[in-house]
C-alpha cells in the first residue's frame, strides 16, 4: 500500500456533482434515524420485556448472525445488477420490518422473540445495502475523489451520533422506548425517496466472467468469491483480518455496557446516550483531519498510526462505575476510541475501494460484512456467556486487554 499523497485539490471540499450530493443527503437521512434509535432493541428489551443480561446479547448475537447468513447469497446477487434500486429496496425492508415493533407494542403483544427476527431481517439488509452502495459510490465517483467522499461520509456519520442518542434518549424518557424505532424506519423511508430523486443514465452493469470450461460457475463457487479476492490479496488480507476482529471485540461489550450501566450503575437512558453521543465529536474531528493527514503523511503510515491508536481506549472500560466520575470515565475513553477510528475508518474504506475491481466490489464488501456481523455476533455470544459465569464488568475489562493485541494483524508495508 503505497503513500499515495493526494495533489491538485483532489482532497479538498470541491464539490462532487449532483448525484452524489443526493446520495450523501439520502445517508444522512438514515444515519439521523439509526442514531436517534441508538440501542434501542436493548433498551426495550430491558425496559420494556425486563430481560437479562444473557439475552440482551442473545438479541445482538442472533440478529447479526442469522441476518449475514441470510445475506451471504445477497453478494453474488447485487454484482449483476443494477445497484440504486437495490438500495431503494433495502431501505423500504428495513423500514417495513421496524414498523411492525410499535404496532405489536401498541396491541400489546411485543416479544423477545420479534425482536429477534425484525433484527435478522434488518442486519441481512444492511449488508445488502452496503455492498451495493459501495460499488455504486465506486462507479459514479473517480478514485481520486473517493477519499474525498468518504471523508464525508464519516463525518455526516459522527454528526448524527452526536446529535441523535441525546434525542432519542429524551424520546425514550417522554414518549415511550419505542418512539425511536418508528423515527429510524421513517428514515429509510427519506432514504429511499432520496436514492430515487438521483436520476440519471442508467448504471453500467459489470461483465458476467466466463463460465469454466465445461459448464458455469458453481454456486458455492459464486458464494465465496469475495471471500477468495480478499483472503489471495497480502494487503487486503491482514486489513480484513484486523478491522473484522477489532470491530467484533468492540460491539460484543456493548449489551454489557448497557445493562451495566442501565441497571447495576442506575444510569438514566439519557445519561447512557449522552455517554456515547458527545464523544461522538472527536469522530467529527477524525473524519475532517484524515484528508490532510494522509496528504502530508502518506496513505499506509496514517492507516498503521492511527489503526493502533484506536484499540488503545476500550481496556480503560473495565475501570467503569456509577455517578459522575464514571460518566466522565465513558465519554473519555469514547473520546479517544472514536476520534481514531474518525480518522482510520474513511481512509481504509477509500483503500479498499480503490484496490478492488469494479466487477468484485459488491461481493467484496458483502464478505467483509457479512464476517464482521458473523464476528460480532460470535464475539457478542461468547462476552454474554463469559460475563454470566464470571461478571460483565470482568468481561468488558478481558475483551480491553485482547484487542491491544490486534494491531500485529495490520498490514506491515505498501503495496
Same mark, same amino acid.
Given at each position: 500500500?503505497?503513500?499515495?499523497?493526494?495533489?491538485?485539490?483532489?482532497?479538498?471540499? =470541491?464539490?462532487?456533482?449532483?448525484?452524489?450530493?443526493?446520495?450523501?443527503?439520502?445517508?444522512?437521512?438514515? @444515519?439521523?434515524?439509526?442514531?436517534?434509535?441508538?440501542?434501542?432493541?436493548?433498551?426495550?428489551?430491558?425496559?420494556?420485556l425486563h430481560v437479562g443480561p444473557a439475552?440482551v446479547s442473545l438479541l445482538a448475537a442472533?440478529?447479526?448472525?442469522?441476518?449475514?447468513?441470510?445475506?451471504?447469497?445477497?453478494?453474488?446477487?447485487?454484482?449483476?445488477?443494477?445497484?440504486?434500486?437495490?438500495?431503494?429496496?433495502?431501505?423500504?425492508?428495513?423500514?417495513?420490518?421496524?414498523?411492525?415493533?410499535?404496532?405489536?407494542?401498541?396491541l400489546g403483544v411485543l416479544s423477545f $422473540?420479534?425482536?429477534?427476527?425484525?433484527?435478522?431481517?434488518?442486519?441481512?439488509?444492511?449488508?445488502?445495502?452496503?455492498?451495493?452502495?459501495?460499488?455504486?459510490?465506486?462507479? @459514479?465517483?473517480?478514485?481520486?475523489?473517493?477519499?474525498? =467522499?468518504?471523508?464525508?461520509?464519516?463525518?455526516?456519520?459522527?454528526?448524527?451520533?452526536?446529535?441523535?442518542?441525546?434525542?432519542? $434518549?429524551?424520546?425514550?424518557?417522554?414518549?415511550?422506548?419505542?418512539?425511536?424505532?418508528? =423515527?429510524?424506519?421513517?428514515?429509510?423511508?427519506?432514504?429511499?425517496?432520496?436514492?430515487?430523486?438521483?436520476?440519471?443514465?442508467?448504471?453500467?452493469?459489470?461483465?458476467?466472467?466466463?463460465?469454466?470450461?465445461?459448464?458455469?460457475?458453481?454456486?458455492?463457487?459464486?458464494?465465496?468469491?469475495?471471500?477468495?479476492?480478499?483472503?489471495?490479496?497480502?494487503?487486503?488480507?491482514?486489513?480484513?483480518?484486523?478491522?473484522?476482529?477489532?470491530?467484533?471485540?468492540?460491539?460484543?461489550?456493548?449489551?454489557?455496557?448497557?445493562?451495566?450501566?442501565?441497571?447495576?450503575?442506575?444510569?438514566?437512558?439519557?445519561? +447512557?446516550?449522552?455517554?456515547?453521543?458527545?464523544?461522538?465529536?472527536? /469522530? @467529527?474531528?477524525?473524519?475532517?483531519?484524515?484528508?490532510?493527514?494522509?496528504?502530508?503523511?502518506?496513505?499506509?503510515?496514517?492507516?498503521?498510526?492511527? /489503526?493502533?491508536?484506536?484499540?488503545?481506549?476500550?481496556?480503560?472500560?473495565?475501570?467503569?462505575?456509577?455517578?459522575?466520575? /464514571?460518566?466522565?470515565?465513558?465519554?473519555?475513553?469514547?473520546?479517544?476510541?472514536?476520534?481514531?477510528?474518525?480518522?482510520?475508518?474513511?481512509?481504509?474504506?477509500? +483503500?479498499?475501494?480503490?484496490?478492488?475491481?469494479?466487477?468484485?466490489?459488491?461481493?467484496?464488501?458483502? =464478505?467483509?460484512?457479512?464476517?464482521?456481523?458473523?464476528?460480532?455476533?460470535?464475539?457478542?455470544?461468547?462476552?454474554?456467556?463469559?460475563?454470566?459465569?464470571?461478571?460483565?464488568?470482568?468481561?468488558?475489562?478481558?475483551?480491553?486487554?485482547?484487542?491491544?493485541?490486534?494491531?500485529?494483524? @495490520?498490514?506491515?508495508?505498501?503495496?
Open positions: 500500500m503505497g503513500d499515495v499523497r493526494e495533489k491538485d485539490g483532489q482532497l479538498s471540499g =470541491a464539490s462532487l456533482g449532483a448525484p452524489f450530493r443526493w446520495l450523501w443527503a439520502a445517508y444522512a437521512s438514515s @444515519l439521523a434515524g439509526t442514531w436517534l434509535a441508538f440501542d434501542s432493541f436493548p433498551l426495550i428489551a430491558v425496559l420494556v439475552q442472533a440478529g447479526l448472525a442469522v441476518g449475514a447468513v441470510v445475506a451471504v447469497p445477497l453478494g453474488p446477487w447485487v454484482e449483476f445488477r443494477r445497484k440504486r434500486p437495490v438500495m431503494v429496496a433495502m431501505d423500504l425492508v428495513r423500514c417495513g420490518a421496524l414498523l411492525t415493533v410499535p404496532a405489536a407494542y401498541a $422473540g420479534q425482536l429477534v427476527v425484525v433484527a435478522v431481517v434488518v442486519a441481512a439488509a444492511d449488508i445488502t445495502f452496503t455492498a451495493a452502495s459501495g460499488s455504486y459510490l465506486k462507479g @459514479l465517483l473517480p478514485p481520486s475523489q473517493l477519499l474525498v =467522499a468518504n471523508s464525508r461520509f464519516e463525518s455526516t456519520m459522527w454528526t448524527a451520533s452526536v446529535v441523535g442518542p441525546p434525542l432519542g $434518549g429524551a424520546a425514550v424518557g417522554l414518549l415511550g422506548p419505542v418512539t425511536t424505532v418508528v =423515527a429510524n424506519a421513517v428514515s429509510f423511508l427519506l432514504s429511499a425517496a432520496g436514492l430515487r430523486a438521483i436520476g440519471g443514465p442508467r448504471e453500467a452493469l459489470p461483465v458476467r466472467e466466463e463460465p469454466r470450461a465445461g459448464g458455469g460457475r458453481p454456486r458455492a463457487g459464486e458464494l465465496v468469491e469475495g471471500w477468495r479476492f480478499i483472503l489471495a490479496d497480502p494487503v487486503l488480507r491482514p486489513l480484513f483480518l484486523n478491522t473484522v476482529l477489532v470491530s467484533g471485540l468492540i460491539m460484543a461489550t456493548a449489551p454489557l455496557v448497557a445493562v451495566l450501566m442501565l441497571g447495576r450503575f442506575g444510569f438514566e437512558p439519557w445519561q +447512557y446516550a449522552l455517554a456515547f453521543a458527545v464523544p461522538c465529536t472527536g /469522530g @467529527l474531528l477524525g473524519s475532517r483531519l484524515s484528508r490532510p493527514l494522509v496528504a502530508r503523511y502518506g496513505r499506509h503510515r496514517i492507516m498503521r498510526t492511527f /489503526g493502533i491508536l484506536r484499540v488503545c481506549w476500550p481496556v480503560g472500560m473495565v475501570f467503569l462505575h456509577g455517578g459522575t466520575t /464514571g460518566l466522565v470515565l465513558v465519554m473519555v475513553v469514547q473520546f479517544g476510541l472514536i476520534t481514531s477510528m474518525g480518522v482510520f475508518n474513511p481512509v481504509y474504506a477509500t +483503500y479498499r475501494l480503490q484496490h478492488t475491481p469494479a466487477d468484485r466490489v459488491a461481493r467484496t464488501l458483502s =464478505a467483509w460484512s457479512v464476517s464482521s456481523k458473523l464476528t460480532v455476533a460470535a464475539l457478542t455470544a461468547l462476552w454474554g456467556l463469559l460475563a454470566a459465569l464470571t461478571t460483565p464488568l470482568t468481561a468488558v475489562g478481558a475483551a480491553g486487554v485482547l484487542i491491544l493485541a490486534t494491531p500485529l494483524l @495490520l498490514p506491515r508495508t505498501g503495496d
